[in-house]
């Protein structure tokens, strides 16, 4: 039988390319990740579920969730967790792995068309996949719609070292280091190549929250992570006025 080709998706960002590439490293994504960040994923993930301090009785909305390592530490908590993502291959290996969670669902869903209700949520949030969407500000409003007044935003997303010192080492870490380790571990080494390049040209802390303040959240605010490696990005959803 002949291998599938890697897909490798570009910075056009075509949904189809970017889903599928996602398939094929759904099997080793969380460990690859975990490698390559020397562990650190694990300390944004957990600032993360902080950020969105999830309670019993909250409906929870875990926007590109991969194989769900973020959906889990969120639906123990009681609340219960829609974990989404449109990589039907990390929606399989997420069921799998995780199929006994209580509190824990996974749905397909594309980030600009979201499956859902207006005001459904009471905290919606996304980690490292913002940056993999063709048109995000239109995702940053779709998350906007499908959260109740008042509700939460919670962005984790890789962004840029404000030390010109510390971004150097970081850029030729991922330039230099990372596609070698991305290749002893991965089935699809050329996806982290993708990976750097979106890093690369993704915008800054102030831009996206500009982003976000446009598509009308409210109360703004960033913090960094890791010197600036990722951003840890809130807001929320105006509540709604009173009838008169």
């Not at 769900?68 to 792995?97: H, N």
């Not at 870490?173 to 990976?195: F, G, Q, W």
Request: glycine letters at 6%.
């Amino acid at each position: 039988m002949t291998e599938p080709q890697p897909n490798r998706a570009d910075l056009h960002k075509d949904p189809a390319k970017v889903s599928g590439m996602f398939d094929q490293v759904a099997q080793r994504y969380d460990l690859t990740n975990d490698v390559l960040s020397l562990g650190n994923d694990r300390l944004w993930r957990v600032a993360t579920t902080r950020a969105v301090a999830p309670r019993p009785g909250q409906r929870i909305l875990d926007l590109a969730a991969g194989t769900g390592a973020s959906s889990v530490s969120l639906a123990r908590s009681g609340a219960e967790v829609v974990a989404a993502d449109f990589s039907p291959g990390m929606i399989a290996e997420g069921r799998r792995r995780h199929s006994g969670i209580p509190n824990l669902t996974f749905e397909e869903a594309d980030a600009t068309a979201l499956p859902f209700d207006d005001d459904s949520f009471d905290t919606v949030t996304m980690s490292f996949g913002l940056r993999n969407v063709n048109e995000p500000k239109k995702a940053i409003a779709e998350l906007l719609r499908v959260t109740k007044p008042g509700g939460t935003l919670v962005v984790c997303e890789f962004s840029h070292p404000p030390s010109p010192a510390f971004n150097g080492l970081y850029r030729f870490y991922n330039d230099r280091i990372l596609p070698v380790v991305a290749r002893a571990m991965s089935s699809n080494a050329e996806a982290y190549d993708y990976l750097n390049e979106s890093i690369r040209d993704w915008p800054d802390q102030p831009t996206l929250s500009s982003w976000i303040r446009q598509a009308g959240w409210s109360e703004v605010a960033y913090r960094n992570l890791s010197f600036g490696i990722v951003a840890l990005h809130r807001a929320k959803k105006p509540a709604a006025e009173p009838a008169r």
